[in-house]
Every structure is written in structure tokens, then in C-alpha cells.
């Protein structure tokens, strides 16, 4: 994760992110770290259960 990330998720300019209040900037850091995680869970649960099928 990084600030173009941060402020591609708060929707305003790189520039931008680099005044956000610290905690702001780590709450943000931490959802989106947290959303990767589960959606690669998701991915990976789907995926076995796809790849499972083809016989």
C-alpha cells in the first residue's frame, strides 16, 4: 500500500494525501490492507472451488 493508493481511495489528487491527518492516512492504510487480504481470500475460495469442477 502506498499514497497513490490512500488517495486513489479518498478520491483527491497525490499531492492531497500528503496533508491527511496521520491517523486518517493509517486508518486508510489499514482498510485497504485488510480489503486485500479478504478479496484474496474470496479469490482463492472461488478459485478451489472452480478448479475443483473441471474433470
Do not use: C
Not at 494525501?17 to 474470496?42: F, G, H, P, T
Amino acid at each position: 500500500m502506498n499514497t497513490k493508493e490512500v488517495a486513489a481511495f479518498e478520491g483527491i489528487p497525490v499531492a492531497q494525501a500528503y496533508d491527511l491527518s496521520v491517523i486518517n492516512y493509517l486508518n486508510d492504510l489499514a482498510y485497504l490492507k485488510d480489503k486485500a487480504k479478504y478479496d484474496k481470500l474470496l479469490h482463492d475460495q472461488w478459485q478451489r472451488k472452480h478448479n475443483g469442477n473441471r474433470l
